[in-house]
């Protein structure tokens, strides 16, 4: 069964935390609300299921804007609604720049602020489905043995099997034994579905000098193992 989405709402107003959160009821989500910042901080308990922050910009003690920020630096940050009665373009920016999916002014349309709810949500949905994704990847990079791992970030490069054997001091038959085993540890069938996860797992980025194929991802003669 599929859980339903939540929709953290914060907000100094009770009259908006009542009316904002029937709305987004209405939409089929579960609202949690809290009258500021700091409630919501000590209260917060991250959830399994996609979430996201409808958040007001002017608040007592810790605005929207700060709040945006401290969760920025935490490993919870939520796709983020701005709403706010009277938003200015600098901060509009500072919210935008900062990842918010949207700023609404109040007073907003009920269709705005569900659609701009249904997009944070898919946001999130998304990114936690990448981040599953590359820790499977992570976690299958970390079953290669050291050779392995070495062809692996030549193999991604475009290099041919005995191009990676003259560079690793080897032989071409050797080589071929040690893909096979990374293509089937990293559980890949195409060199380009195997340049996709490398890419995903940063190892261009960690390895310097190497670079995904400069025509594509897969190279013809390299297809075969």
């Known amino acids: 069964m599929t859980e339903i989405p939540i929709v953290f709402l914060v907000d100094d107003d009770p009259s908006i935390l009542r009316s904002v959160g029937r709305l987004i009821r209405s939409g089929g989500y579960n609202v949690y609300p809290y009258s500021s910042a700091r409630e919501f901080l000590t209260q917060l308990q991250p959830p399994q299921q996609p979430c996201c922050l409808v958040l007001d910009l002017a608040m007592p003690e810790l605005s929207g804007i700060e709040l945006q920020k401290r969760l920025a630096e935490t490993q919870f940050n939520p796709p983020i609604i701005f709403i706010s009665g009277h938003g200015d373009v600098p901060t509009t920016v500072r919210a935008m720049k900062g990842g918010a999916v949207d700023f609404l002014t109040k007073p ?78 990293m559980h890949v069938q195409s060199l380009a579905e195997l340049v996709r996860k490398a890419e995903k797992a940063g190892v261009f980025m960690s390895s310097p000098g190497l670079r995904p194929p400069a025509q594509g991802p897969l190279n013809p003669r390299m297809s075969a193992i």
Do not use: P, W, Y
């Open 108 to 185: 907003f349309e009920d269709r705005e602020l569900l659609q701009a709810v249904r997009q944070a949500l898919q946001k999130d949905k998304l990114a936690r489905r990448d981040r599953l994704e590359q820790t499977e990847v992570m976690t299958q990079l970390k079953s290669l043995t050291g050779r392995e791992g070495q062809v692996l970030r030549l193999v991604v490069t475009g290099m041919l099997n005995k191009q990676i054997a003259a560079t690793l001091g080897t032989c071409e038959k050797t080589i071929k034994v040690h893909r096979g085993r990374v293509m089937r540890k």
